[in-house]
Structure formats: structure tokens, C-alpha cells
């Protein structure tokens, strides 16, 4: 149990996997990350530097992500998130044809396992998109109910008004209304019994260490409480995460997932951050809020600026490296468990799908080298302060448009200082300590110092749109400041 959980939580005995806390994940739209096949290219493949459509394929591969490990472990990436990649007809690959086999166009079952064993390898987890609400057209089970109408035993595998199935308008339930979307009736036992040998499946025959869940709001609770039993068995210290854009609290019980996608979070960052239409003040309560409602499990959220469903955090950022710097500090030292979009870190830019999902350039001219280096020494940062994994969060200074916040376990600590707007002319934060023996703070960002007395810090001009990250400087607190 973090050290955050045992302070507030003292009489619980939930547990995530432990691994989840030290993790910093990186999500991969696959079919857009890197082509390491051109082989298994799906017909009418696009160039690389080709403009992304709904539709359009660029070869993004299994063999691709293989390749690009050494980057990824060079960032200091430790856990993977992959978008679908059961066979599919979509470039997205959320219309599953077949659950248990790998899209040929990405590769197949032994690369599948390549994969896994060589990120393992390398002290990298790995974790799956699971799409269980609902499949596509071409699923075996509905191309069965297609062809036999009233004689397919898939019948009730499915919600259908009436026969033949009709895609245009469907007269069948489906997501979102998208008729090659068929809903999966996960009420019927056959079905739930199907997909939930699908979720221990693929820990047991490929050792991944996880699932992300699509749209799990759709499906019945109690599902979620059969699949959470069913992959726990397979394997404890499987991390299971719903993509939940609301309220995550029902998720949370301990019952179901161990986190959630925290885009309840990235709203307020960015509202604060980027948008300018939150100040810190308001930024405070909504932090302090997502905090209480997690509870214990507030360490093991997946936080993120960025994901396949939403803009680039450059674009949304206006190019301004300065807001996104700001943004990603605060999204690797807030409690809960950094997420990278790919691409984000070299500044890739896009507004709303599809231009969200545009290929990763691998040529380094046209990456923004500031901000990639920022995204390395935050990894970095993290990994080397066991505060900022697992630690206690206290707030510790509001003003406008502001925001100090501290983390600390035993003996470490870290002061996170948010400006986002304009230069402050004067700041005197408290450190947390009370009226303490004067201390030196130095920034891990820009190496500054700054001094601490009688348990407030002064900083002379805070800059505009400036984060600084603040430990004790081991040369002062050992008497001799140099």
C-alpha cells in the first residue's frame, strides 16, 4: 500500500498491482506508430507523410513497435498501452472480427509474443485494449447470424429488431448508432462466458500484464465484476483500467477496475494550464476532489494530456511550448500514473480525429527537442523520487493564476510550482515544514535555487508560464551552499 493510501486510508486492505505506481505508459495507435513490415501492408497502404483519414491505412506494425523498444526505453517508457489489435477491417481496429486472433496486417501470433517477451526484456509491461460492448460486422458470430437468420445459434449473442440484419439504418442495437458496430449482448450467458475466456486468454497465452477497457459504461457492471474475478486469476497483478470520461467513482469499489483514464483530470489541467479559463484556486478544488473521490486508488489512475479520442496537446497549446512544458509537469507530478500519447513528446501535431492520429516522425529534424527533452528529464525525475510515485499530496499555495502543491514519502519531497500566465513579480510559498531552519530548494528543471526561511520559499519574479520542480539542494542543507 502507498504511502498515500496508508495516511488517509489507514483501515483499507485494497490493493493494485504494485508495478502500476512506478509505471510511466505510453499509448501507440499501432497502425500509426512505425511500419517494420512493409510485407504485411494492407492493400492501398498511404505513404508515411500521407494526410490521416477515417479510412486510410500507413503499415504501422507489430514489427514496428519492436523496433522502436530502444527509443521507447531511452524515453524511459515502462509500460505500453496498444491500441486494438485484433483482426479488424478499420485502420482503428474497435470493430473486433476476431478475438483471438492478430490482424495480419500487424503481424501475428509468434511476433505478438516477440514482442511481449522483448518488452519484458527490457522492464517494459504491456496491456491491451479490450472491446467487449461491442464488435464488428464482420465478427464470425454475427456474419453467422447474417447468413442462418432465425437458425444461427449466435441469435441472442446479439440486440436485433428484426430479420434479415439491415446495416442502413440498423435494425440491430449497436455503439454509437454506427451500423458496423454491432452491441454485443453481454446479458446473455453464452456471450459473457465467450469474452471472458478472451480476457484470461490473452494473459495466459501471451503474458500481457493488462487491459484497458473501451467504453465499459455501455456494458453491465456486473460483467466487469466477472471479467475483474476472471483475469485476477489469471494473473493478480493484471492492471485493468476503464476509459471513463466522467464520473469514476462507481469504477473505483475495488470491485471492477483498478483505475480509470483520468480525463476528468486532463479537463481541469488544461482548463487551468492552457485554456486559461480556470484559475488555481479552482484548479485546487478540482485536484483535491478527483482525490477524494478515488480514495485509496488515486495512485493507480491513468493520467493523460492526450489520447487517440482527443486533439494534440501542442495544437491545443497554440504551439506554445511554454503551456505544454507547464501541462506536462504538472501531469507527472499530480498523484496518479503519467500516460505519453505517442508522438506528443516530439510535438506532433493534430486537432480531432483523424488528424489526432497522424504517423509518428521518426526523422528527429521536425521534432520540437525541447519539449522531447522535457518529456525525458520528467520520466526521469520521476523515476528518481519515490515522492512523486507513491507519496503524500498537500497543497500549499494559491494565488490567481499560481499553484504550489508538495509531495513527500519518508525522507524525499518535491515542490511543484505552476505558472502558467503571467510573471509574478513576488512568491513566498510555504514549504510545509512550519518554521523551519533555512534551507536551499534547486530546480530540476533549470538547476536555480532558491532560498527557504522561517518555512516560506521566496522567489524573486516568478517567469511566466514556468514550472519549477524543487528538492532540498544536498550542498545546502549540508551547511555550505556553493
Given at each position: 500500500?502507498?504511502?498515500?493510501?496508508?495516511?488517509?486510508?489507514p483501515?483499507?486492505?485494497w490493493?493494485?498491482?504494485?508495478?502500476?505506481?512506478?509505471?510511466?505508459?505510453?499509448?501507440i495507435?499501432?497502425?500509426?506508430?512505425?511500419?517494420?513490415d512493409?510485407?504485411?501492408?494492407p492493400?492501398?497502404?498511404?505513404?508515411?507523410?500521407a494526410?490521416?483519414?477515417?479510412q486510410?491505412f500507413?503499415?504501422?506494425?507489430?514489427?514496428?513497435?519492436?523496433?522502436r523498444?530502444?527509443?521507447?526505453?531511452?524515453?524511459g517508457?515502462?509500460a505500453?498501452?496498444?491500441?486494438?489489435i485484433f483482426?479488424?477491417?478499420?485502420?482503428?481496429?474497435?470493430?473486433?472480427?476476431?478475438?483471438?486472433?492478430?490482424d495480419?496486417?500487424?503481424g501475428?501470433d509468434?511476433?505478438?509474443r516477440?514482442?511481449?517477451?522483448?518488452a519484458?526484456r527490457?522492464?517494459i509491461?504491456?496491456?491491451?485494449d479490450?472491446v467487449f460492448?461491442?464488435?464488428?460486422?464482420?465478427?464470425?458470430?454475427?456474419e453467422?447470424?447474417?447468413r442462418?437468420?432465425?437458425?444461427?445459434?449466435?441469435?441472442p449473442?446479439?440486440l436485433?429488431?428484426?430479420?434479415?440484419i439491415?446495416g442502413?439504418?440498423?435494425n440491430?442495437?449497436?455503439?454509437?448508432?454506427t451500423?458496423?458496430?454491432p452491441k454485443?449482448?453481454?446479458n446473455?450467458?453464452?456471450?459473457r462466458d465467450?469474452?471472458?475466456s478472451?480476457?484470461?486468454?490473452?494473459l495466459?497465452?501471451?503474458?500481457?500484464?493488462?487491459?484497458?477497457?473501451?467504453?465499459?459504461?455501455?456494458?453491465?457492471?456486473?460483467?466487469w465484476?466477472?471479467f475483474?474475478h476472471?483475469?485476477?486469476q489469471?494473473?493478480?497483478?493484471a492492471?485493468l483500467?476503464?476509459?471513463?470520461?466522467?464520473?469514476?467513482?462507481?469504477?473505483l469499489?475495488?470491485?471492477?477496475f483498478?483505475g480509470v483514464?483520468?480525463?476528468?483530470?486532463?479537463?481541469?489541467?488544461?482548463?487551468f494550464c492552457?485554456?486559461?479559463?480556470m484559475d488555481?484556486?479552482?484548479?485546487?478544488?478540482?485536484?483535491?476532489?478527483?482525490l477524494e473521490v478515488?480514495?485509496?486508488?488515486?495512485a493507480?489512475?491513468l493520467?493523460?494530456l492526450?489520447?487517440?479520442?482527443?486533439?494534440?496537446?501542442?495544437?491545443?497549446c497554440k504551439?506554445?511550448?511554454?503551456r505544454?512544458?507547464v501541462?506536462?509537469t504538472?501531469?507527472?507530478t499530480l498523484?496518479?500514473?503519467p500516460?505519453?500519447y505517442?508522438?506528443?513528446?516530439?510535438?506532433?501535431?493534430g486537432?480531432?480525429?483523424?488528424e489526432?492520429?497522424r504517423?509518428?516522425?521518426?526523422?528527429?529534424?521536425?521534432?520540437?527537442?525541447r519539449l522531447?527533452?522535457?518529456?525525458?528529464?520528467l520520466?526521469?525525475?520521476?523515476?528518481?523520487?519515490p515522492?512523486?510515485?507513491r507519496?503524500?499530496?498537500e497543497?500549499?499555495?494559491?494565488?490567481?493564476?499560481?499553484?504550489?502543491?508538495?509531495?513527500?514519502?519518508d525522507?524525499?519531497?518535491?515542490?511543484?510550482?505552476l505558472?502558467?500566465?503571467?510573471?509574478?513579480?513576488q512568491?513566498?510559498?510555504?514549504?510545509g515544514?512550519?518554521s523551519?531552519?533555512?534551507r536551499?530548494?534547486r530546480?530540476l528543471?533549470?538547476?536555480g535555487r532558491?532560498?527557504?526561511?522561517?518555512g516560506?520559499?521566496?522567489?524573486?519574479?516568478l517567469?511566466?508560464?514556468?514550472?519549477?520542480?524543487?528538492?532540498?539542494?544536498?550542498?545546502?542543507v549540508?551547511?555550505?551552499?556553493?
Amino acid at each position: 500500500m502507498s504511502h498515500l493510501e496508508a495516511e488517509c486510508y489507514p483501515r483499507l486492505t485494497w490493493q493494485a498491482p504494485e508495478w502500476v505506481a512506478d509505471a510511466v505508459f505510453y499509448e501507440i495507435f499501432v497502425d500509426r506508430f512505425a511500419n517494420g513490415d512493409t510485407r504485411n501492408d494492407p492493400p492501398g497502404t498511404v505513404d508515411w507523410d500521407a494526410e490521416p483519414t477515417p479510412q486510410n491505412f500507413f503499415g504501422g506494425d507489430l514489427q514496428g513497435i519492436i523496433d522502436r523498444l530502444p527509443y521507447l526505453e531511452e524515453l524511459g517508457i515502462n509500460a505500453l498501452y496498444l491500441t486494438p489489435i485484433f483482426r479488424a477491417r478499420t485502420n482503428h481496429r474497435y470493430d473486433t472480427c476476431d478475438y483471438l486472433t492478430v490482424d495480419p496486417a500487424l503481424g501475428d501470433d509468434a511476433l505478438m509474443r516477440a514482442l511481449v517477451n522483448q518488452a519484458h526484456r527490457r522492464g517494459i509491461r504491456l496491456i491491451l485494449d479490450g472491446v467487449f460492448n461491442h464488435c464488428g460486422e464482420s465478427f464470425w458470430a454475427f456474419e453467422d447470424v447474417k447468413r442462418q437468420g432465425e437458425a444461427s445459434p449466435y441469435l441472442p449473442w446479439f440486440l436485433i429488431d428484426s430479420l434479415p440484419i439491415d446495416g442502413s439504418p440498423p435494425n440491430y442495437q449497436t455503439c454509437g448508432g454506427t451500423g458496423y458496430l454491432p452491441k454485443l449482448n453481454l446479458n446473455n450467458p453464452e456471450t459473457r462466458d465467450y469474452l471472458l475466456s478472451v480476457g484470461s486468454h490473452w494473459l495466459d497465452a501471451y503474458q500481457i500484464d493488462g487491459w484497458r477497457l473501451d467504453v465499459p459504461w455501455k456494458a453491465p457492471a456486473e460483467f466487469w465484476r466477472s471479467f475483474r474475478h476472471k483475469v485476477k486469476q489469471a494473473n493478480p497483478e493484471a492492471y485493468l483500467v476503464g476509459e471513463i470520461w466522467r464520473d469514476a467513482k462507481p469504477w473505483l469499489q475495488g470491485d471492477t477496475f483498478d483505475g480509470v483514464m483520468n480525463y476528468a483530470l486532463r479537463e481541469s489541467l488544461l482548463d487551468f494550464c492552457v485554456r486559461d479559463t480556470m484559475d488555481a484556486e479552482d484548479f485546487h478544488y478540482e485536484v483535491r476532489r478527483l482525490l477524494e473521490v478515488c480514495g485509496p486508488r488515486a495512485a493507480y489512475q491513468l493520467n493523460l494530456l492526450g489520447s487517440h479520442d482527443t486533439p494534440r496537446l501542442l495544437t491545443l497549446c497554440k504551439d506554445d511550448l511554454d503551456r505544454a512544458i507547464v501541462a506536462a509537469t504538472a501531469l507527472f507530478t499530480l498523484v496518479g500514473v503519467p500516460m505519453i500519447y505517442y508522438g506528443d513528446e516530439v510535438g506532433l501535431r493534430g486537432g480531432n480525429d483523424p488528424e489526432c492520429r497522424r504517423p509518428m516522425p521518426w526523422d528527429s529534424a521536425r521534432w520540437e527537442h525541447r519539449l522531447h527533452e522535457t518529456f525525458r528529464n520528467l520520466v526521469r525525475i520521476r523515476r528518481e523520487h519515490p515522492a512523486l510515485r507513491r507519496g503524500a499530496f498537500e497543497g500549499l499555495w494559491v494565488r490567481n493564476a499560481t499553484y504550489a502543491f508538495r509531495r513527500y514519502l519518508d525522507g524525499d519531497e518535491v515542490i511543484v510550482v505552476l505558472n502558467p500566465r503571467q510573471m509574478v513579480p513576488q512568491a513566498r510559498i510555504p514549504s510545509g515544514r512550519g518554521s523551519s531552519a533555512p534551507r536551499i530548494w534547486r530546480d530540476l528543471h533549470s538547476g536555480g535555487r532558491f532560498c527557504e526561511n522561517g518555512g516560506m520559499l521566496q522567489i524573486e519574479a516568478l517567469p511566466a508560464k514556468t514550472a519549477y520542480l524543487l528538492v532540498p539542494d544536498e550542498v545546502a542543507v549540508g551547511g555550505e551552499n556553493r
